[in-house]
Structure formats: C-alpha cells, structure tokens
C-alpha cells in the first residue's frame, strides 16, 4: 500500500505547494507523488536516501551468505546438519557432560 511508503501526494499539489512539500520532507515525511491516482515517484530526506544508498543490497546479503555457508561446510568437511541434527547431538552431549546416558 502507498500509505506504507508515504503519505500521497498529487502531482499538482506538489507542483503548487513544492515549499511546502520541501519543509514537510525536511521534517522526516516521506511523500509518495501520485498523477491519475497511480503513485510515480517518492519525495523523501537528503538524510533517508543516503541511508537507502548505504544500506546493503539483497544480491550482496545473499551472496555473503552463501559465503557464510561455504565457510561452515568448509569448516566441518561435509555437509551442513540439519537443524535436528544439531539438536540432537548437543543433547547428547549435555547428557555425557551432566553423568547421564
């Protein structure tokens, strides 16, 4: 939904009123421009675009953790456990460490 990006706009109120679009953005409200009722562009913060440039892409988040992945199969020369696995075996293991079977 529109409302969850900014707050609406038409184009010609913004054209009209673009001072006052500018305080409003400057203030921290995002604004989303709409023309025939179909949003077309986002006024928004110097401060929330640089935030956005900065933040890190999807592709970049996916490919590290695909590098994380490898580490760890590396690391464990083999396949990753499953999450049962995993839980299982570290029962045991508290099992051994507190005298049980």
């Known amino acids: 939904m529109i409302e969850d990006i900014g707050t609406p706009i038409s184009a010609t109120e913004a054209r009209v009123h673009f001072g006052e679009v500018l305080q409003r953005v400057a203030r921290g409200e995002t604004l ?3 023309r025939g009722g179909r949003a077309v562009a986002v006024i928004l913060s110097l401060e929330e675009y640089e935030r956005l440039r900065k933040a890190p892409k999807q592709q970049e988040i996916l ?3 695909w590098r994380l992945g490898q580490e760890i ?3 464990l020369q083999g396949p990753i456990p499953s999450p049962e696995e995993v839980i299982r075996t570290m029962r045991e293991e508290r099992s051994l ?3 049980g079977s």
């Open 32 to 34: 989303v421009v709409e």
């Open 63 to 65: 490919d590290a953790l």
């Open 73 to 75: 199969r590396n690391h």
């Open 97 to 99: 460490e507190v005298g």
